[in-house]
């Protein structure tokens, strides 16, 4: 068993503030996605490899949870697993922190699919990333179940 990488830490800037004075929901979406291509990266699936191997990643579903609001200037850290590794698929979440308070702020689960980004369609992962995404494998609770 695994435990959860840290993959993304950043700042809440007051452009990602709505009207309300909290981040806005786009901007959780956008630091959650930073952390996934960090966390596809250190399985092996780096935008170079991508490139030259004409794949790429696509979302299937991707599900969240907001738990405390985050205001401008707070710090945010983002820490991932993976709960499941299929030939041609990977589920992982995301959980957003306050990096001062320590407090959960958001939780994220998505399902994404290795893709052939020539023939369209969807395809193995490399044994290699397989193997070591098989490695990372967390037991997480999730606000709406496993």
Not at 44 to 64: C, F, H, S, Y
Not at 67 to 79: I, K, M, T, Y
Request: negative net charge; glycine residues 8%.
């Amino acid at each position: 068993m695994s435990e959860l990488v840290e993959t993304y830490r950043g700042t809440v800037y007051p452009w990602h503030c709505d009207h309300m004075g909290h981040m806005n929901v786009m901007w959780y979406v956008g630091k959650f996605d930073e952390g996934t291509w960090h966390f596809f990266s250190s399985l092996g699936l780096t935008p170079g490899w991508l490139r030259e191997n004409k794949r790429g990643m696509v979302a299937l579903d991707q599900r969240i949870a907001y738990q405390r609001e985050l205001n401008a200037g707070d710090v945010v850290v983002v820490r991932t697993g993976l709960l499941e590794v299929r030939p041609k698929i990977l589920r992982f979440a995301h959980q957003m922190f306050n990096a001062h308070s320590g407090e959960l702020c958001a939780v994220t689960q998505l399902v994404g699919a290795h893709l052939d980004t020539e023939h369209r369609r969807t395809v193995a992962l490399p044994e290699d990333v397989a193997a070591r995404a098989s490695e990372r494998i967390v037991t997480m609770e999730l606000p709406w179940g496993n």
